[in-house]
């Protein structure tokens, strides 16, 4: 009785804190960071951008999201992942960034997609349910992989939209520069592997000379600090976006960005040193600049 109450979510979560304060610590700055505004008000200007931007009436998409099979499929499964005896993992991306990425991927209709960071298929089943109702794309997914005893990467992918995927196991590092060299020309790349300064600036500038000439480029925990330090930087998201000259927004975690013929299509351009972030200036300086994005 005594293990299935320290077993739920709240007491692991509690329990995490106690072995883990610095986790605590990024955990109650990202929740402060959220809160600045609420989530209907992210959700309007999200819907008033992609309706701007597509040319769509993305109330509708909206709606259609939330009458769909796969939205009441998505929230058992959440709660068969709560209920998991075994271990398993936080980080399935939140409710609004999921519905954003579903609603992005819908008005935009990319045909080739590659996403990084799969865990349980959170996200990933969000951009695999868009492409099925568009009726034509595939996704590309790379994640490290998992332990025998945890929830499987599919966990949140219906059995229906699996043909559109490809699942590789590796280390993104190494799996992301050939998989683009297959795939030529992608249509969207996001981002939801590890969130370093490094490693996202890698991923985005890997992934950058890849995209299509009106490709998109998002990421997900763009709020998030990866680290104590992290707290008094900017994110790699909006300040990649800068240097390349894409216009970009954000909606609470979820972050956005438009190539457009203005953003420089090699990789030459380096203006900023990337691996270095101490050289910019903290976030509590600069942050309004980008959460009140350009678009
Ligand atoms: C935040 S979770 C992804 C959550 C997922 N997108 C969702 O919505 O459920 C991060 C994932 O990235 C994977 N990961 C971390 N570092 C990686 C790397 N270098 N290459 C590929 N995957 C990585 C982890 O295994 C983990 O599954």
Same mark, same amino acid.
């Given at each position: 009785?005594?293990?299935?109450?320290?077993?739920?979510?709240?007491?692991?979560?509690?329990?995490?804190?106690?072995?883990?304060?610095?986790?605590?610590?990024?955990?109650?700055?990202?929740?402060?960071?959220?809160?600045?505004?609420? !989530?209907?008000? +992210?959700?309007?200007?999200?819907?008033? #951008?992609?309706?701007?931007?597509?040319?769509? $009436?993305? &109330?509708? /998409? =909206?709606?259609?999201?939330?009458?769909?099979?796969?939205?009441?499929?998505?929230?058992?499964?959440?709660?068969?992942?709560?209920?998991?005896?075994?271990?398993?993992?936080?980080?399935?991306?939140?409710?609004?960034?999921?519905?954003?990425?579903?609603?992005?991927?819908?008005?935009?209709?990319?045909?080739?997609?590659?996403?990084?960071?799969?865990?349980?298929?959170?996200?990933?089943?969000?951009?695999?349910?868009?492409?099925?109702?568009?009726?034509?794309?595939?996704?590309?997914?790379?994640?490290?992989?998992?332990?025998?005893?945890?929830?499987?990467?599919?966990?949140? !992918?219906?059995? +229906?939209?699996?043909?559109?995927?490809? #699942?590789?196991?590796?280390?993104?590092?190494? $799996?992301? &520069?050939? /998989? =683009?060299?297959?795939?030529?020309?992608?249509?969207?790349?996001?981002?939801?592997?590890?969130?370093?300064?490094?490693?996202?600036?890698?991923?985005?500038?890997?992934?950058?000379?890849?995209?299509?000439?009106?490709?998109?480029?998002?990421?997900?925990?763009?709020?998030?600090?990866?680290?104590?330090?992290?707290?008094?930087?900017?994110?790699?998201?909006?300040?990649?976006?800068?240097?390349?000259?894409?216009?970009?927004?954000?909606?609470?975690?979820?972050?956005?960005?438009?190539?457009?013929?203005?953003?420089?299509?090699?990789?030459?351009?380096?203006?900023?040193?990337?691996?270095?972030?101490?050289?910019?200036?903290?976030?509590?300086?600069?942050?309004?600049?980008?959460?009140?994005?350009?678009?």
């Amino acid at each position: 009785m005594l293990r299935q109450i320290l077993s739920r979510p709240f007491f692991r979560m509690a329990g995490k804190a106690i072995r883990h304060p610095s986790r605590a610590v990024l955990r109650l700055v990202l929740k402060a960071r959220l809160r600045r505004s609420s !989530v209907d008000e +992210e959700r309007g200007r999200l819907l008033a #951008l992609l309706s701007r931007q597509f040319g769509v $009436e993305a &109330p509708g /998409l =909206l709606a259609e999201y939330r009458r769909s099979e796969f939205h009441t499929w998505f929230q058992q499964r959440r709660a068969a992942l709560d209920r998991f005896d075994g271990p398993y993992r936080f980080g399935t991306t939140g409710v609004f960034e999921c519905e954003a990425l579903y609603l992005l991927v819908r008005a935009a209709r990319p045909r080739v997609v590659v996403d990084t960071g799969v865990l349980y298929g959170g996200s990933t089943a969000h951009i695999l349910e868009a492409l099925a109702r568009n009726g034509v794309g595939k996704l590309h997914s790379i994640d490290i992989g998992r332990s025998p005893d945890e929830p499987p990467h599919d966990h949140f !992918v219906r059995p +229906e939209v699996q043909s559109r995927w490809e #699942l590789v196991i590796g280390d993104s590092r190494r $799996e992301l &520069p050939p /998989l =683009l060299r297959r795939c030529e020309t992608i249509d969207m790349f996001h981002h939801d592997s590890l969130h370093t300064w490094d490693h996202m600036t890698w991923e985005f500038e890997t992934a950058f000379p890849h995209l299509s000439a009106d490709g998109i480029l998002s990421s997900d925990d763009i709020q998030n600090p990866p680290d104590l330090p992290g707290i008094f930087r900017e994110n790699a998201f909006p300040a990649f976006c800068r240097r390349r000259a894409m216009q970009y927004a954000s909606f609470r975690n979820m972050g956005m960005a438009f190539r457009t013929s203005g953003s420089p299509a090699t990789t030459e351009a380096q203006p900023e040193r990337v691996s270095d972030p101490a050289h910019l200036p903290p976030t509590w300086a600069r942050s309004r600049s980008w959460v009140e994005s350009p678009i």
